[in-house]
T-cell receptor, first 117, second 111 residues
Framework: GAVVSQHPSWVICKSGTSVKIECRSL??????MFWYRQFPKQSLMLMAT?????????EQGVEKDKFLINHASLTLSTLTVTSAHPEDSSFYIC?????????????FGAGTRLSVL | SQKIEQNSEALNIQEGKTATLTCNYT??????LQWYRQDPGRGPVFLLL?????KEKRKERLKVTFDTTLKQSLFHITASQPADSATYLC??????????FGAGTILRVKS
């Protein structure tokens, strides 16, 4: 299957700093990428959807100024958590949907564990 | 309200047996239903996709059924192995909409 690479896998930062997470589709072009957040023992919650070259669409309740998303190319999307606070500590997972035949399948990165002190 | 329900209790089975996981949904009209596997601290891994007009799909030891009348999907793992132990997520995709996940069911296969 298609591979989605996500970095870093774990980051610890001080409160007030910004953290950038990268998501790359390695062997396919992703017209659409998604960012999820997952709390322990809970389901994945969609934060935003991004299409290459256009602004991201955020889900209700997600602060777009807090979680900046850039989808600069068909293989790269980044999520920046600005001025992170302890309540932003969570597991963030990116996903990419392949253009073309298999476009209804979403492939996921390995996730990023963010711990804000 | 819309709901996707998976067994909240862990499923414990003996190695070699068939594991059956359930996904029920309410107030959705999914075009596709998908199953993913998630290991602790990792992102979900795609397993199988079944379309609304399909009743059953198989892949190696995995089988998925989809009953749009009952609004239910069953996910079977035959000849289960300890390596199959993980959380299994059901996800629905409606036409023109986003993928929505259930909370998942933990499967533990004991040797």
């Amino acid at each position: 299957g298609a591979v989605v690479s996500q970095h870093p896998s774990w980051v610890i930062c001080k409160s007030g700093t910004s953290v950038k997470i990268e998501c790359r589709s390695l062997d396919f072009q992703a017209t659409t990428m998604f960012w999820y957040r997952q709390f322990p023992k809970q389901s994945l919650m969609l934060m935003a959807t991004s299409n290459e070259g256009s602004k991201a669409t955020y889900e209700q309740g997600v602060e777009k100024d807090k979680f900046l998303i850039n989808h600069a190319s068909l293989t790269l999307s980044t999520l920046t958590v600005t001025s992170a606070h302890p309540e932003d500590s969570s597991f963030y997972i990116c996903s990419a949907r392949e253009a073309g035949i298999a476009k209804n399948i979403q492939y996921f990165g390995a996730g990023t564990r963010l711990s804000v002190l | 309200s819309q709901k996707i329900e998976q067994n909240s209790e862990a499923l414990n089975i003996q190695e070699g047996k068939t594991a059956t996981l359930t996904c029920n949904y309410t107030n959705y009209s999914p075009a596709y239903l998908q199953w993913y596997r998630q290991d602790p601290g990792r992102g979900p891994v795609f397993l199988l996709l079944i379309r609304e007009n399909e009743k059953e799909k198989r892949k190696e030891r995995l089988k998925v059924t989809f009953d749009t009348t009952l609004k239910q999907s069953l996910f079977h793992i035959t000849a289960s192995q300890p390596a199959d132990s993980a959380t299994y997520l059901c996800a629905l995709l409606e036409y023109g909409n986003k993928l929505v996940f259930g909370a998942g069911t933990i499967l533990r296969v004991k040797s």
